[in-house]
Structure formats: structure tokens, C-alpha cells
């Protein structure tokens, strides 16, 4: 059994029990002692050793066992991987009207042979095209036929390829996905009863087969219409293989087609208040402030998300009367747009500090009481605080693009707080820093900033901008809100609130510029660079953190950090005096505690409320 993916990075894995195998423990360099971790080494050296014969006594698939070196492994071998030939062809096409590139020919006829191929049942298992991965493709296709501009409208080749191939698939394909390749039968012709008369086969299907007419015409709908559509819809309900509800390719073709429209900003607020309140009202901290950071979904590839994680600890660290939720996912694996064929499968917040020991299913609760507890700042998991949209983990890698959701996922509040708040979230396309800080916004904070980092994220980069940059916002560019008063955003006019867009240059602030360190998708890399960054480490890691945290501290208008130049020595002496690298080591053993926190808690109220009770007269 092969269990080392990265032949750079080596861990001893010892088995125990069952609980232990998605949390190995490090030997030699990284050593998890009860309460703090070691670094011995500058490299992992110890050697993988993995018992066959023990996985094959738990029953447990040795495709789930999870390698830090590498933080795709993550991946659950449960999620269905998609066909890679239509993958790469939604890679082209579910985009929007000016970024969509047309297939040839060539390209047009294979993606259409083997979508016909797997529909007869000849693709079986990776090659099989997936009902998700048909509703995408078809919606694009529609949509580019109905509404984009003729450059990015069907090719001749595509033409040719769909002429020879629809009488064919008319033949195979469910109805569900002739109604989105055609839903007025005016483009293909052949199967237009079936497109015209389709509605659906229940109630939910419905309603989504109504809105899908009229997002497969180019058009929008109304915020009740898409909150309404999505409520109905979601969860997503998958059992022994086959979705049971609605159909995944109608859902698909929802989900991308809103995207390819580009949605309005009455859309946006849908898909961002749809399920504020599944779980109930948020719980509200009793805390003077609260800043809530929305990472992409996605984790980062190339660039230090270890930082990303770690850097938010000092502003905590240096103002006492700041508190800070972040949200995320353990994995987030569709494709980033502006890679087209390229698997990010990028490092997660959550999967470090669930490799580091972190309890990372903390429920908006729990976080709750993490916060008021002094501990300072709390993880909350997609999957523990909005099953709806985690529902939609695996279909999203099948969509291939980002949908609405990657855009209103960033600015949740799980946790609300009694003080002012403010939310950062990282971006990357420029049409969506407006929409972005809109949402912010409405949420009604009292600031937001929006951070065009590295590959979208959050973290600013140390590099000089290249002078063969592309055009467009540079890379470091933020901009955002401040309200002058305790009301909040939504609350001023626009003189009371305070905007403001800088393009970061690390050179401008006394840094040496330097390239990222390269950390290739390593769970295990990251936590090393990181955690020696934390330990005062000078270095390109080291200054990474000091200028994101002074730097956000700065921008949100932190107490104390109206001065950049302050702001960024507070940061180094928060690391230097080992107070940041305490507060995640805290971090990590509170939060296993947390239940037992607000067990004690609920038992001291319900004493004092017995104790008032035999008081009374």
C-alpha cells in the first residue's frame, strides 16, 4: 500500500483506533503534547509506515486515509470524480458572455461522443458523464445560443458537431436534459415535444423547471423567486447513488446559469439570505466586537494558507476587545475559472487544524461559547452550520465553475455579536469586489474589506508586481467601508460611511520583496512554515503574517492601528513574544473542551435559576 504521496514530506502513522486515522500523529518534527506542538526539525524526516492488515480488520478503504503531505487526499472516495473530456469542455463554455472560448471541431465531436457514449451505458465509473456535468454543459450551451454575443456564441465546428450528434442523443438522453438543451424546441429541432411539454416531477422540480425557462433565455429572476427555488430544493438528498428530490442536472443548470447570466444584485442577496436561518437565528456573542473572515472555499494551491489562517491571530492578540469567527470547508473541489483545467485541490484552513488537532465541527453555538470565553476567535465548518449548501459538495466539483454560491458563501454570519462588526473576503474576479462589499453591506456591519490576494484568498502577497502583469486589478488590491458612527452600514447615508481602495505594496511598508514559498498542496508544509513563522522565524513567511495582520487591522480601523506603522510593530511583537503562537495552541485544546464549557454553563444558570426560584417569595 502506497501511503506517502509526497515523497518530501514523511510521517510515521500509527494506528490505534478508528478515531485515529484522519488525525495521525507527527513524529520526529511536528509532536502534538497534549497541549503544544514541537518542532524539532526543520523538515518531516520520520518514515510512513502503514499496517495493510489493520485497515483491512477496520473495514476502512485505504482511498479515506488522510495524507497531510498532500491536502487532496482529503478528497472522500464516496464523491463521484467527473469525466474529464466534458470536464474541459465546461471548462471553455460555462463562463460568462465575454470570457467563454468556443470548442473547434475536433473538440466539439468528442465531448458530444462521449456524452452519447455514456448515456448508452459504455463509460462506466471516472468516464461516466454525470447527470450534474449534463445539465451544465447543456445550460451553456443554451444559454450561449440564446443570449451571449456572436464571439462567444456556438462555433461553426460546435454547430456541425451538434447537427451530427442531436438526432442521437435526442434518442438516449432523459427528458430532464433535452428540456435544458432546448427548452422551447427552437434550437435543435428534433425532440422539441419533449423540451416544450416538460415540467417537472414534482413539486420542487417544478417550480425549478419554471425559473430555468426563463435563466436558459438569458434572463433573471426576483429575490423571492430564487430563495423560494433554493429552499425547495435543498438540501440535496443522495442516497445509494441516485439523488431522490430533484434532479441534479436541473439543479446544475440553476446553479451555472445564474453564473453565466451574471447575476443581479437582487440575486446575490438571495442566494446570501436563502438560509440564514436554517439552523434558527444566529446565536449573538456577548462580545464589544466581531470580524468575521470568509476565505474561498476552495483552499489555496500555491500560496501559504497556513498564513491565511494564522496571520488573523495577532489583531486578536494585540486588541483585547476583538473577537474574530472565520468559516470554511474541509475541501472545496470545483475549479477556480482562471485555471481552466487545472484541479486546485488547494489547502483548507480546516484541514490544518483538524491535522493539528483541532475539533473543527464546532456548531454556531459552541463558537458562541468560544468567543465569550476569551478565547478569542472560533472555526465554524459549512457542514456543522448550513447543511443545505454543504449538500452541494460534490455536485459543485461536477459544475466545474463557481456558481453564486462561491460569491455569497464568503459573507456569512453564523455567530452575531452584541459590539460592531465587520467581514473580510477575499476575491478575484473584478466584477465581484462591488458585490461583494454590497452583501457586506446589507448584513448591516459597521466595516467590510474586500482583499484581492493570492489566488483569490485573503493573503497579501511580498511580490513586486510583475511588469508583465495582466491587466485589470493588480494582485493586493483592497478596498472597502467604514462607518464614522456605531450605526452600522446599513443604517448611514453615504456620508456617514467612509470607502476607500489601496493597492498594497509590501516594499512601501520597509518589507524585502520575496516570492511565495512554495508549499504544493501540503497540509503538512504549510503548518511547518507556518508554525516557525509563529515561533519568530524571520523570514518571507514571517513578514508575510506581520503585513496581512497590521495591514487588515489597519483597513477595518482597529483601535490602535490608525498608524500603518504601529499597527505592523504590534503584529511583530504579538509573534515575537510567543503570545499568537499560545492563542492557536489554546485554541486547538478549548476547543475540544467547548461542550463541556457549556455544559458548565447551562448548569450554572439553571442553578441560579433554582436559587431565584426558592428566593422568591
Not at 464516496?78 to 472560448?101: D, F, H, I, S
Not at 497556513?306 to 495577532?314: G, K, N, Q, S
Not at 469586489?433 to 489566488?455: A, I
Not at 450605526?487 to 524585502?512: L, Q, R, T
Request: glycine share 8%.
Amino acid at each position: 500500500m502506497k501511503a506517502l504521496l509526497n515523497p518530501e514530506h514523511s510521517l510515521s502513522i500509527h494506528i490505534i483506533n478508528q478515531r485515529n486515522i484522519t488525525r495521525p500523529k507527527l513524529h520526529a518534527s511536528l509532536r502534538f503534547v497534549p497541549d503544544l506542538w514541537i518542532r524539532r526539525q526543520c523538515c518531516l524526516t520520520a518514515r510512513a509506515t502503514l499496517d495493510s492488515a489493520t485497515f483491512d480488520q477496520l473495514g476502512i478503504p485505504e482511498s479515506d486515509i488522510k495524507n497531510p503531505a498532500v491536502s487532496s487526499s482529503y478528497r472522500s472516495s464516496k464523491l463521484p470524480k467527473p469525466n474529464e473530456t466534458v470536464l474541459e469542455a465546461q471548462a471553455r463554455v460555462c463562463t460568462g458572455p465575454t470570457q467563454t472560448r468556443p470548442l473547434n471541431e475536433d473538440q466539439a465531436f468528442k465531448v458530444l461522443d462521449t456524452i452519447f457514449r455514456s448515456a448508452r451505458g459504455e463509460l462506466k465509473d471516472e468516464e461516466e458523464v454525470s447527470k450534474a456535468q449534463l445539465g451544465a454543459f447543456f445550460a451553456a450551451m443554451t444559454i450561449r445560443a440564446n443570449a451571449f454575443p456572436e464571439a462567444t456564441q456556438w462555433s461553426e465546428g460546435e454547430k456541425r458537431a451538434m447537427n451530427n450528434f442531436w438526432p442521437l442523443l435526442v434518442r438516449v438522453l432523459p427528458p430532464d436534459v433535452i428540456f435544458i438543451a432546448d427548452p422551447e424546441g427552437s434550437i435543435m429541432g428534433a425532440g422539441s415535444s419533449v423540451a416544450s411539454q416538460y415540467v417537472g416531477n414534482c413539486t420542487s422540480e417544478m417550480r425549478l423547471v419554471g425559473a430555468l425557462r426563463e435563466i436558459l433565455a438569458g434572463g433573471h429572476l426576483g429575490d423571492e423567486e430564487v430563495q423560494g427555488v433554493l429552499r425547495d430544493v435543498l438540501p440535496l438528498k443522495v442516497e445509494d447513488d441516485a439523488c431522490s428530490g430533484v434532479s441534479e442536472s436541473l439543479l446544475s443548470a440553476f446553479l451555472i446559469g445564474q453564473r453565466m447570466n451574471r447575476e443581479t444584485d437582487s440575486e446575490l442577496k438571495a442566494y446570501c439570505l436563502a438560509f440564514d436561518d436554517e439552523l434558527g437565528p444566529p446565536p449573538v456573542a456577548d462580545v464589544r466586537s466581531l470580524t468575521h473572515y470568509g476565505e474561498p472555499y476552495d483552499g489555496k494551491r500555491v500560496s501559504l494558507g497556513a498564513l491565511c489562517l494564522l496571520l488573523r491571530l495577532d489583531p486578536v492578540m494585540v486588541n483585547l476587545h476583538c473577537f474574530m469567527v472565520w468559516n470554511g470547508c474541509h475541501l472545496r473541489t470545483h475549479r477556480l475559472s482562471y485555471w481552466s483545467c487545472i484541479f486546485l485541490g488547494g489547502v483548507t484552513e480546516e484541514q490544518m487544524l483538524k491535522f493539528m488537532g483541532a475539533n473543527t465541527s464546532l456548531t454556531p453555538l459552541q463558537a458562541k461559547g468560544l468567543l465569550e470565553d476569551d478565547v478569542g476567535f472560533a472555526y465554524i465548518s459549512q457542514h456543522e452550520a448550513c447543511p443545505s449548501l454543504y449538500s452541494l459538495i460534490g455536485l459543485r466539483e461536477h459544475i466545474k465553475k463557481r456558481p453564486p454560491l462561491a460569491t455569497t458563501e464568503k459573507v456569512q454570519q453564523f455567530v452575531r455579536a452584541r459590539g460592531k462588526e465587520a467581514i473580510v473576503a477575499g476575491f478575484y474576479h473584478e466584477a465581484y469586489e462591488e458585490p461583494l462589499l454590497m452583501l457586506m453591506k446589507r448584513r448591516g456591519v459597521h466595516s467590510g474589506l474586500v482583499v484581492k490576494g493570492e489566488e483569490g484568498a485573503l493573503s497579501m502577497t511580498m511580490r513586486l508586481r510583475s511588469a508583465n502583469a495582466s491587466k485589470g486589478l493588480p494582485v493586493n488590491y483592497s478596498s472597502g467601508f467604514r462607518s464614522l458612527s456605531m450605526a452600522s452600514a446599513f443604517e448611514v447615508d453615504g456620508m456617514s460611511c467612509e470607502s476607500f481602495n489601496i493597492e498594497v505594496n509590501a516594499k512601501d511598508y520597509g518589507f524585502e520583496p520575496t516570492d511565495t514559498p512554495r508549499t504544493d498542496r501540503s497540509v503538512s508544509k504549510n503548518i511547518e512554515l507556518g508554525l516557525a513563522a509563529l515561533r519568530g522565524e524571520k523570514g518571507p513567511a514571517y513578514d508575510r503574517i506581520v503585513l496581512n495582520a497590521g495591514m487588515v487591522d489597519h483597513l477595518l480601523g482597529c483601535d490602535g492601528a490608525e498608524d500603518i506603522s504601529l499597527a505592523l510593530d504590534r503584529a511583530r511583537e504579538a509573534i515575537d513574544s510567543g503570545r499568537a503562537l499560545k492563542k492557536l495552541l489554546n485554541y486547538i485544546k478549548i476547543s475540544h473542551k467547548v461542550r463541556l464549557l457549556l455544559n458548565g454553563r447551562k448548569s450554572e444558570s439553571l442553578k441560579n435559576a433554582l436559587a431565584c426560584r426558592d428566593e422568591a417569595p
